[in-house]
Each structure stands twice: as structure tokens, then as C-alpha cells.
Nanobody, 115 residues
Framework: QVQLVESGGGLVQPGGSLRLSCATSVSISRFNTMGWYRQPPGNERELVAE???????NYADSVKGRFTISRDNAKNTVYLQMNSLKPEDTAVYYCKAQSAIYPYWGQGTQVTVSS
């Protein structure tokens, strides 16, 4: 059974940094794409960043230049390094693993950017 577990969320001041981690129960090489999504309060879930098996990346315009997605295949973990955080980055952040036929989601981790 595939399980994704996110960690690393918390409260941070504007301009600060956080690194989110997504640990999977199976090899991440099984998935076509690994991604981070977020859901701000009262809004729909949106793509933040994604990383393909081949190593290509895609970022939402709002986070380009501030966030970086990466992976450690040996640890079956995907990361989201978030720098220069803004209050509008406040959201629940979810990890997604997309196989050929099915998407798997983590339970989410809260990120709050506030002074």
C-alpha cells in the first residue's frame, strides 16, 4: 500500500524559510511525477511544484524563484524548499505521487506565514 507522509510545516515569519518533506512507503521511481500542492483557507487546491521522473520541474508563477522541489531517491523522499515566504503562502501543503493510473495524496501539513 502506498503511503505519503508530509512533514516540516509550521509557523514562520514573512521572509523566512521552511523545508517540507514527503516520505513515501515505496520507491519514488515508481511514479511518473511527484508534486506539491497547497490549499489556502477558503480556496481550491492548487499546484505549487512538480518533478517528473526524468527530472523536469514545473512551478506555479507565484513561487518561481522562491521555492525549489527536489528528491532523494535513496530515501524515497521529495522536498520542497520554501524561501522568502509571504503571508499568501499560508496553506495546507499536500504531497502527490502520480502513477500511470492513480494519484496518491498525503495527509497535508500546515504552513502559516505570519508576524
Amino acid at each position: 500500500q502506498v503511503q505519503l507522509v508530509e512533514s516540516g510545516g509550521g509557523l514562520v515569519q514573512p521572509g523566512g524559510s521552511l523545508r517540507l518533506s514527503c516520505a513515501t512507503s515505496v520507491s519514488i521511481s515508481r511514479f511518473n511525477t511527484m508534486g506539491w500542492y497547497r490549499q489556502p483557507p477558503g480556496n481550491e487546491r492548487e499546484l505549487v511544484a512538480e518533478l517528473t521522473r526524468a527530472g523536469s520541474t514545473n512551478y506555479a508563477d507565484s513561487v518561481k524563484g522562491r521555492f525549489t522541489i527536489s528528491r532523494d531517491n535513496a530515501k524515497n523522499t521529495v522536498y520542497l524548499q520554501m524561501n522568502s515566504l509571504k503571508p499568501e503562502d499560508t496553506a495546507v501543503y499536500y504531497c502527490k505521487a502520480q502513477s500511470a493510473i492513480y494519484p496518491y495524496w498525503g495527509q497535508g501539513t500546515q504552513v502559516t506565514v505570519s508576524s
